[in-house]
């Protein structure tokens, strides 16, 4: 069974910096892409960032200068470093990753639970 959770959401004002974890847990696992998307009331989700194996990134415009996103395969684990957050970047952050059951099937996406981030004004 693969399971993601992310942490580290939470409230911060506007200005502030969080930083994002996600951990990718399971049996034998082989991690691909993995990325970072989020969902503000109202509206449909969004990528925010995403990294390839190889460290290949991709951003929003929306975050780029202020959002790093960053891995360790070794944990199958990605983060993402918000600085400058602004009002708009609330919502709710979901971490996904491309992943193969070695032993078990071809490569799917699985998605976490999500995480809060509330930046005040």
């Known amino acids: 069974q693969v ?4 942490s580290g959401g939470g409230l911060v004002q506007a200005g502030g910096s ?16 993995m990325a970072w998307y ?7 989700r969004e990528l925010v960032a995403s990294i ?3 460290d290949n990134t991709n951003y929003a415009d ?8 960053s891995r360790d395969s ?12 602004k009002p708009e970047d609330t919502g709710v952050y979901y971490c996904t990753g491309d992943i193969t059951v070695i032993g078990y099937g071809s490569r799917r996406s ?7 981030v509330t930046v005040s004004s």
Not at 3 to 6: G, I, Q, S
Not at 18 to 33: K, P, T
Not at 62 to 69: E, L, M, P
Not at 74 to 85: D, P
């Open 3 to 6: 399971r993601l959770v992310e």
């Open 18 to 33: 969080l930083r994002l974890s996600c951990v990718a847990s399971g049996r034998s696992l082989s991690v691909n892409r």
């Open 38 to 44: 989020r969902q503000a009331p109202g509206k449909e």
């Open 52 to 54: 390839t194996r190889d």
């Open 62 to 69: 929306s975050v780029k200068g202020r959002f790093t996103v």
């Open 74 to 85: 070794a944990k199958n684990a990605v983060y993402l470093q918000m600085t400058s957050l």
């Open 110 to 116: 699985y998605w976490g639970p999500g995480t809060q």
